[in-house]
């Protein structure tokens, strides 16, 4: 039986600290109704309702490569795709259902493409997986807080067994541990009431996995969901402990730490609108330049940033996610290295920016112009080896101005006369210390 060892742990997560950038996909029939991935549960749907759209299931602009080449010229480094979601749709062939993309119009195992094709492009292969299964009959309808017919009494769950559903999910991952090659991560969702740990049969489930997959990392979500950090935060990791906490639609304010205050490994995941699935009318897209900030934020607290995409029915990436995702991609072709390999710098942030920190190279990461030359604090004059410009490599020097004559402890950079930032969302600077181990004031 798997039993934590923080060696390992330490080796396994290494790929994944460095990272720091990833993109989750949720597809699936619920690309059609196209109100989000929970339309079934939150419009009560029964099954009979949802199975036009297994019938209509016809993405005739289906290409998991133009998914991964999208994914890595933004920089991301991993991608995560919902092999299935709560509505219990495969998209994968499995031998213990036939409600899977194989017997659609696609007639396709899109997870083995998908595989294929992150592959391809050099990227690490994660995938989603749902704990709760609403096709599945012996998993509890009426009265289950998230069934779609949780409400109705004649979907009473007296001949449901839920030990069938078990063996059957855990079938399911066994068959997604076997079928694929290496996998990179695998991503539970979710606990919730008395469905969590050993109610999912879990340690067994993850000893399997990790038989199966040696290497492969677990989010929390065995555990817990987007709240609760798991029992590695506890400093008593069960057999079933996530490798990673997975805040959800938020950045921690303070990164996360365990018990004794230890920093962990955490990743948020967050909608680039407001829906995972993709949505028709969901218009709120965030700007990119906040998207760069935020991958900047969870950097500079320690932590990854999933970012989400939802394909429309046709299979395509909407154009909104796209265009967000070629300009982060613009901006990471240049800065790209105040982010992979970087954490914390162990400097208090300062008002016009971020800093994030890779061994001796300091970014400062500034949003907004100072008036006047601009504060490295945290530095020591003594310990600098340089200071420039990440986009360019230009030398910036240190300033030797009188009107910060009073602050003479403190260095201060001179980006010149020009009051416009060369990069407007983010301009990076490097500043490499003499060693490693250069303190910080
Ligand atoms: C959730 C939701 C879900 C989404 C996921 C992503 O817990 O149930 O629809 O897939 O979080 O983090």
């Known amino acids: 039986m798997y039993t934590f060892c923080r060696e390992d742990y330490e080796r396994r997560m290494t790929w994944y600290c460095q990272a720091r950038f990833g993109m989750f996909i949720h597809w699936g029939l619920y690309a059609i109704p196209a109100r989000g991935e929970w339309v079934r549960s939150v419009e009560q749907m029964p099954k009979e309702d949802y199975m036009r759209y297994f019938e209509a299931f016809d993405p005739v602009d289906y290409d998991p490569a133009r998914w991964a080449r999208a994914a890595r010229k933004a920089g991301m480094q991993y991608v995560v795709l919902t092999a299935k979601h709560h509505d219990g749709f495969c998209l994968f062939d499995s031998q213990y259902t036939d409600f899977k993309s194989t017997n659609t119009r696609l007639g396709r195992d899109i997870v083995a493409d998908f595989v294929q094709a992150v592959r391809a492009e050099g990227l690490k292969v994660g995938l989603y997986f749902s704990l709760l299964d609403w096709y599945h009959e012996d998993y509890p309808h009426c009265g289950d807080r998230n069934h779609p017919m949780r409400n109705h009494p004649e979907y009473g769950n007296e001949h449901r067994n839920f030990d069938r559903y078990l063996d059957f999910m855990h079938a399911q991952v066994r068959e997604l541990c076997t079928n694929y090659g290496k996998l990179d991560l695998l991503w539970f969702d979710f606990s919730y009431d008395d469905l969590r740990g050993e109610a999912w049969r879990a340690s067994e489930l993850a000893d399997m ?105 046709r299979g395509n990436i909407p154009p909104e996610s796209l265009e967000r995702l070629a300009e982060i991609g613009r901006w990471m072709d240049k800065n790209s290295a105040s982010i992979y390999g970087c954490g914390k710098a162990g400097i208090e942030k300062p008002d016009y920016g971020r800093v994030t920190r890779n061994g001796n190279r300091l970014y400062f990461h500034v949003y907004e112009n100072t008036l006047g030359p601009l504060p490295l604090l945290g530095v020591r004059r003594e310990d600098i080896r340089s200071i420039r410009y990440l986009a360019t490599g230009a030398e910036i020097p240190i300033s030797t101005s009188w009107v910060h004559s009073d602050y003479p402890q403190i260095v201060f950079a001179d980006l010149g006369l020009d009051p416009v930032l060369p990069d407007q969302t983010d301009t990076v600077i490097e500043v490499e210390l003499k060693k490693e181990g250069s303190e910080t004031l």
């Not at 817990?224 to 400093?235: D, N, T």
């Not at 303070?254 to 205050?261: E, T, Y």
């Open 209 to 313: 996995v990790r038989t199966l997959q040696p290497g492969i990392i677990l989010n929390n979500r065995l555990e817990v969901s987007g709240e609760g950090y798991g029992s590695l935060a506890a400093c008593s990791p069960t057999p079933y402990h996530g490798d990673f906490v997975s805040p959800e639609q938020m950045i921690p304010p303070n990164g996360i730490q365990d018990a004794p205050g230890r920093d962990l490994v955490w990743e948020a995941c967050v909608t680039m609108n407001r829906s995972w699935g993709y949505h028709a009318t969901d218009r709120f897209f965030k700007p990119a330049p906040m998207l760069i900030k935020k991958l900047v934020e969870c950097v500079s607290k320690g932590g990854n940033l999933l970012l989400n995409v939802g394909p429309d029915a």
